[in-house]
């Protein structure tokens, strides 16, 4: 458990797919996959990372919310319209992404997807200057999420390919990067409280 929590806490921040190392971790390790619900409430570990280090971002989007401020309030609704894709596609592809546990062939192949949506983010954004966070519009936010809820779980990296996501819709590099932690914030959340049952509920039966 402590050897997976370090690989999750390593890997999290860096765009090359923290479940499919965890996955074949687990599979080097123990012979065998763990429940999608560990990885998830692995992940909910570094909420609390991206929760201190965002605290000011999240903290406007709250106010910008209640109090109508212009630049909290628009975050705060690009995240929200990201997460309606995510989810939409998220639950679609959750049993595929359950199967493919034990096919750890199909994570090496995503792996690779990341490396090129990466290497081709990082082309464009060399090339074209790209536009900042405020100038983000609603279909930047849609495609985004979109990605999110297709690759996440599959081993496509999540802030690889959503940060790639946002290349190709015209934002800058570092503004794409900063929306893709940001949304990381309720997408693992949303995980988290889905997939925590499954744990939770055995213990609180003291099973």
Known sequence: AILLGLVQGLTEFLPVSSTAHLTLVENLVLGRSMPLA???????????????YFREELRRVVVGIFTGEEEGRRLGGWLLLAMVPTGVLGL?????????????????VFLWVT???????????????????????WQDALAI????????????????????MG??????????TRFSFLLGVPTIGAA??????HLLMPLLRGE
Not at 93 to 99: D, F, Q
Not at 115 to 137: D, F, P, Q, Y
């Open 38 to 52: 560990f990885d998830v409430l692995l992940h909910a570990g570094t909420l609390v990372a991206l929760g201190l």
């Open 92 to 108: 679609a592809t959750k049993s595929l992404k359950e199967a493919q546990k034990e096919h750890l062939w199909m994570y090496g």
């Open 115 to 137: 490396a090129a949506m990466l290497w081709g983010a990082n082309v464009r954004a060399r090339k074209v200057e790209g536009r900042e966070l405020r100038a983000m519009r």
């Open 145 to 164: 999420g979109a990605i999110q809820g297709l690759g996440g779980g599959l081993g496509l990296s999540r802030s690889g390919s959503t940060l790639a």
């Open 167 to 176: 290349v190709f819709t015209g934002l800058r590099l570092p503004a794409s």
């Open 192 to 197: 988290a409280l889905m997939e925590g049952r």
